[in-house]
């Protein structure tokens, strides 16, 4: 009980030095020169805070220059990012983020698909760990945030614990996911998905190719990942392995700088799934066949793509969303009827059976029209069907308390996009912290964070984890 007690106290402490130097960073000179050496009369000086308390700040400097450094392992010139799984600029950046971990002072391993973390052990460390961190892979020509300040400021939360001299109970550790971005395999958050423990993806891996019809484990192996088939349930963790599983990541949307709020706090994630869809018409000579006796495939396509609109719009919900962000015709000749068209769909809600509604109403809408228009559905195949997932209460709350705590605005929010959080609550109780991004641009070189905004971020982070861990 009483090792307890004092941890609880300090994290308390901590806490209060943090808001107040906050607070004081408003004010007169002197006074906060007053606050930060003597202690000020109410704060007991103990032996963490006898430290300067100007290293509980976020060291913004390094942070931001991190962010430039890692951004320079890139595909496509700057400002634009393209980091693709496995690739040289990968493996690079992957050295990068695990000499971070190591100067700060965390124990790196790496699982059979390079998965990293970085663990620093508790006192219990017995106890299972609470988890935080995020993706640094980066669809071609994106930006440096999406993701990476969910890595690069889950260490520097770490170095500001450190600093402060916090003692976490349950051990704290950060994950570098594998390939939360589905640019090279088709397959979003593998790294993730994996450790949440697909057999699904583990078997569909084995036959897995990329856009060159090279392997994922020759893909692997490049990168000095010799993984064998019988290594990917070696990925698996267990049910309570972890604690409890955050996220930091900027909003990707506009509503946390539009409405001038400084961090965002998830409640649940939306589901996707995603449908690929072929038509085969007879094709034909673009004059040559008259009308009436056309069946077009291209026209097949055309049509389901404004059924996917109109059955989410029937939804009745703003939560239900649809794409057809894929819409190929063969041959592709200004002069041919359409023989084949390939759709592929994106749809998302946060109401697992509304959205797979929705799937179920495309399913006959595309028979209907194959029949109408007289050509053959060839294929009708869901890629992936996700359910949401729902953020705990208790991570929750503690979420509010440190942003309280810190005097930061702060909105309960619903991810739109899914995030390797959507995985990991498979596993572990989970919660996202998202901060304001410019005009809401991601997955494009304007994408912005202001070090101001992320250094919010990182210390909502901080004291969450301190908080788990002791709790
Ligand atoms: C908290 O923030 C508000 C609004 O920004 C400000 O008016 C207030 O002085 C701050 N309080 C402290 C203790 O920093
Ligand atoms: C892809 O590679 C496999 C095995 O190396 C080969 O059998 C297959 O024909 C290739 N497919 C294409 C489309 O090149
Ligand atoms: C963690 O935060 C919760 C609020 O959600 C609070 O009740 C609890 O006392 C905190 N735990 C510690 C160890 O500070
Ligand atoms: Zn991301």
């Known amino acids: 009980m009483a090792p307890k007690l004092s941890q609880s106290f300090l994290l308390s402490v901590l806490v209060f030095f943090l808001s107040s130097i906050l607070a004081a960073t408003h004010e007169d000179p002197t006074r906060r020169t007053m606050e930060e050496f003597s202690g000020y009369p109410t704060v007991p000086l103990h032996s963490f805070l006898s430290l300067s308390p100007s290293s509980l700040f976020v060291d913004k400097e390094s942070l931001q220059r991190q962010i430039d450094e890692l951004s320079t392992f890139s595909d496509t010139p700057a400002p634009s990012v393209t980091r693709v799984l496995y690739s040289e600029k990968d493996v690079l950046a992957r050295r990068y983020i695990k000499n971070l971990m190591e100067q700060a002072g965390l124990s790196v391993r790496e699982d059979a698909v390079g998965n990293i973390f970085g663990r620093w052990s508790g006192s219990e460390p017995a106890l299972a760990a609470v988890a935080t961190g995020s993706h640094i892979d980066a669809i071609p020509y994106s930006g440096r945030y999406d993701g990476v300040v969910g890595v690069l400021g889950a260490i520097e939360a770490i170095n500001l614990l450190k600093r402060s001299g916090f003692q976490p109970k349950k051990s704290l550790e950060v994950i570098m996911f594998t390939s939360e971005e589905p640019t090279r395999f088709g397959i979003g958050c593998l790294g993730s998905r994996l450790l949440a423990g697909s057999e699904t993806l583990a078997n569909a891996l084995k036959e897995t190719v990329d856009g060159q019809n090279i392997s994922f484990f020759g893909a692997a192996k490049f990168a000095g990942y010799n993984i064998h088939e019988e290594h990917l349930s070696n990925v698996f963790l267990k049910k309570g392995s972890y604690f409890a599983f955050l996220e930091l990541h900027i909003e990707q949307g506009p509503i946390l700088e539009e409405e001038g709020v400084s961090i965002g706090i998830v409640t649940a994630i939306a589901a996707p799934a995603s449908v690929k869809v072929e038509f085969e018409g007879n094709g034909g000579h673009a004059g040559a066949v008259l009308m009436p006796t056309r069946n077009d495939a291209g026209l097949a396509a055309a049509e389901l793509a404004l059924a996917v609109e109109k059955h989410v719009l029937d939804s009745g919900s703003v939560d239900t969303v649809g794409t057809v962000g894929i819409l190929e015709l063969h041959p592709g000749a200004i002069n041919s009827i359409p023989s084949k068209s390939h759709l592929e769909i994106d749809t998302r809600d946060i109401d697992e059976k509304r959205r797979n509604s929705v799937i179920e ?111």
Do not use: W
Not at 426 to 442: A, L, N, Q, V
């Open 361 to 471: 109403k495309l399913h006959q809408s595309a028979i209907d029209i194959a029949k109408n228009r007289r050509v053959k559905l060839s294929e009708f195949k869901i890629i992936n069907q996700d359910p949401p997932a729902l953020s705990e209460k208790s991570i929750i709350n503690a979420m509010e308390v440190a942003a309280q705590h810190l005097n930061l605005s702060h909105k309960l929010m619903i991810s739109r996009a899914y995030h390797d959080s959507l995985f990991m609550a498979r596993i572990s109780p989970m919660g996202m912290i998202f901060i304001p991004c410019y005009k809401g641009f991601s997955h494009k070189p304007e994408e912005y964070a202001s070090i101001d905004d992320i250094a919010n971020g990182v210390k909502v982070l901080a004291l969450t984890l301190a908080n788990l861990s002791l709790d």
